[in-house]
């Protein structure tokens, strides 16, 4: 089984729909991110939580919340999407900040 | 604030060519990690490797070889004798380690295409 497991892997939707993208960790980490990957842009960070009490906007938060349920589980929702907000998202988890992030397979996002 | 360039947006070569992908940046940390990640048609983002500030030794793994020079501000990572399956989008990426509360930084990638 995967360490981190995103779901749905892809979804496709709705201009002003709400979504919700869905992050679990069998690593044990206390650190977890979101990011969103444009084609030429990189990765970009939108929220990170240190652990359950702590969550932390990221370069790119407009139009995004998180929630951080559980040290395992950190979800991403867009309450209405819109077209721009179609990307390929990524959550990763880590030990530290010195340690490398852990990611997810990916969740590719089409708003229409 | 911490920034990482990756001049090279696409490089192409042919099968057991050399190649370098070049990692420039800049942060005003003295204590600091960088990164090299690799990204496969499949999309999933692969560790590569990890060097903190402190440790300017060059590592060898296999084919790949990473370069770290702090007078140059640079992290460069070469593939010898390069294969089709080296074909991927790399991206470096870049922790200050000062504060406890340090995010990765990333470059935009370069796209490697290695054709037979």
């Known amino acids: 089984d995967a360490d981190v497991t995103q779901t749905p892997r892809n979804r496709i939707t709705k201009t002003g729909k709400r979504i919700m993208l869905e992050c679990s960790q069998t690593?044990?980490?206390?650190?977890m991110y979101w990011y969103r990957q444009d084609p030429g842009l990189g990765l970009r960070l939108i929220y990170y939580?240190?652990?359950?009490?702590?969550?932390n906007k990221g370069e790119i938060s407009d139009g995004y919340s998180v929630s951080r349920q559980a040290q395992a589980k950190f979800s991403l929702s867009l309450e209405s999407a819109i077209p721009n907000q179609t990307a390929l998202y990524f959550c990763?988890?880590?030990?530290?900040?010195?340690?490398?992030?852990?990611f997810g397979d990916g969740t590719r996002l089409s708003i229409l | 604030a911490q920034k990482v360039t990756q001049a090279q947006t696409e490089i192409s070569v042919v099968e057991k060519e050399d190649v370098t992908l070049d990692c420039v940046y800049e942060?005003?940390?003295?204590?600091?990690?960088l990164f090299w990640y690799k990204q496969p048609p499949s999309g999933e983002l692969v560790f590569l490797i990890r060097?903190?500030?402190?440790?300017?030794q060059n590592e060898i793994s296999g084919r790949y070889s990473w370069n770290f020079q702090k007078s140059t501000s640079s992290f460069n990572f070469t593939i010898t004798a390069s294969q089709v399956v080296d074909s991927a989008v790399y991206f470096c990426?870049?922790?200050?380690?000062?504060?406890?509360?340090?995010?990765?930084?990333f470059g935009k990638g370069t796209m490697l295409l290695v054709s037979p």
């Open positions: 990763a988890t880590s030990e530290d900040e010195d340690q490398p992030q852990h």
């Open positions: 690593k044990g980490h206390d650190r």
């Open positions: 939580s240190f652990d359950v009490k702590d969550i």
């Open positions: 942060t005003r940390d003295t204590t600091y990690y």
């Open positions: 060097r903190n500030s402190f440790d300017e």
């Open positions: 990426a870049l922790s200050e380690g000062n504060s406890g509360y340090s995010t990765l930084t």
